[in-house]
């Protein structure tokens, strides 16, 4: 079970690096950006902006979840809630390897 995992979480710690560099590229025909009485251009690529950095930021959370659980799973802890100390649910952990608590503790 643990080389699946171990599969896994890094195949997924891989798929959110590409993400985060995909989203870290420079915007193609940034030219100025203008807020006025009108949505235009600029407006449009503000938007698209600060859509990306919020994904950005969420997929860097995401990422240090796969990390610790990575972690986790080096020493010999992974599987096991970080708050109550019980097995995390098979079923869990299938939905979602990068899980450190059980649902009752989840986040």
Same mark, same amino acid.
């Given at each position: 079970?643990?080389?699946?995992?171990?599969? &896994?979480?890094?195949?997924? /710690?891989?798929?959110? @690096?590409?993400?985060? +560099? +995909?989203?870290?590229? *420079?915007?193609?025909?940034? =030219?100025?950006?203008?807020? =006025?009485?009108?949505? $235009?251009? =600029?407006?449009?690529?503000? @938007?698209?902006?600060?859509?990306? @950095?919020?994904?950005?930021?969420?997929?860097? $959370?995401?990422?240090? &979840?796969?990390? !610790?659980?990575?972690?986790?799973?080096?020493?010999?802890?992974?599987?096991?809630? /970080? @708050?109550?100390?019980?097995?995390?649910? /098979? %079923?869990?952990?299938?939905?979602? *390897?990068?899980?450190? +608590?059980?649902?009752? !503790? %989840?986040?």
């Amino acid at each position: 079970m643990d080389a699946r995992v171990r599969t &896994e979480l890094e195949a997924k /710690e891989a798929e959110i @690096v590409e993400q985060m +560099t +995909t989203l870290s590229r *420079p915007m193609q025909e940034q =030219g100025s950006i203008s807020f =006025g009485k009108r949505v $235009g251009d =600029g407006t449009a690529m503000a @938007v698209d902006r600060i859509t990306a @950095v919020t994904a950005h930021d969420n997929l860097r $959370g995401l990422l240090d &979840e796969v990390r !610790h659980a990575l972690a986790l799973l080096d020493e010999d802890r992974y599987g096991v809630c /970080e @708050v109550c100390g019980e097995t995390i649910p /098979e %079923g869990r952990l299938e939905a979602r *390897p990068w899980a450190t +608590t059980c649902v009752a !503790h %989840g986040r």
